[in-house]
């Protein structure tokens, strides 16, 4: 398994409220995107980072979901803590979505807008679902899919981290083939680049991702680079 990640500031924030982990050995990634229209949003989301790192120690293979979502908790109440602590901060909140690859199992717990996707022969899927406003519209009834990308709601999230004592968090749980990619990534690359495109660039580059990864960045800067871009692209 081969894996590569990569993280911009972009052409107009002033600072990238963006992390992520990669821990190859244990076969775990993690994309956080820190709420842009908060204080600390770059906080949040290195303080997710943070609780999960603690957390690495007392991993339990045998009952990884119900570690990893143990992390996502507790990286919620770290971040609850320090907004509680430093008033500055109230209301700072993160997204986070992590894969923990197990063998040839993919465990997922998503919470926000940042995104999974499976990318193979087959094409390309998004496996996460986006805690937004506009998706909540879809579902609904109250907004057509093709209407996403530009409606106002699309970055109005309806979960976080750090906003409130508990968090819902979706889980996934799938079966890997060898040749999947697994792009994890901030909205900075989704909003900017069409899925078509990113599985053409997976496809120029074959094997070689880091090539991808930073083609992929150049396309979302090229696009207009509004937001933080990051991203990281497993090879099963």
């Not at 109230?90 to 997922?108: C, R, V």
């Not at 995104?115 to 519209?137: E, F, K």
Request: aromatic letters at 4%; proline letters at 1%.
């Amino acid at each position: 398994m081969h894996a590569t990640g990569i993280s911009d500031i972009g052409l107009l924030r002033e600072s990238n409220q963006d992390t992520f982990l990669i821990e190859k050995h244990m076969g775990l990634y993690v994309v956080c995107d820190g709420m842009g229209g908060h204080k600390g949003g770059d906080v949040a989301s290195n303080l997710a980072i943070k609780a999960i790192n603690e957390s690495l120690d007392s991993y339990d293979s045998e009952h990884a979901l119900k570690w990893l979502n143990q992390c996502v908790i507790k990286a919620n109440q770290l971040i609850r803590e320090w907004g509680r602590i430093n008033p500055e901060l109230f209301e700072m909140g993160t997204t986070l979505t992590a894969a923990l690859i197990k063998e040839q199992e993919l465990i997922i717990a998503h919470v926000g807008d940042s995104r999974l996707y499976r990318i193979n022969q087959q094409g390309i899927i998004q496996l996460t679902r986006d805690h937004t406003l506009a998706q909540q519209m879809i579902s609904d009834g109250l907004l057509k899919p093709e209407e996403l990308r530009d409606n106002a709601y699309n970055h109005i999230l309806t979960r976080a981290l750090g906003i409130a004592d508990q968090i819902i968090i979706d889980n996934l749980v799938e079966q890997l083939l060898p040749g999947d990619i697994i792009l994890l990534c901030t909205d900075g690359l989704s909003d900017m680049v069409e899925e078509s495109d990113i599985l053409t660039i997976i496809n120029e580059y074959g094997k070689d991702l880091e090539g991808a990864a930073q083609k992929m960045l150049d396309c979302a800067l090229s696009n207009g680079g509004y937001d933080n871009i990051t991203l990281i692209l497993i090879r099963v």
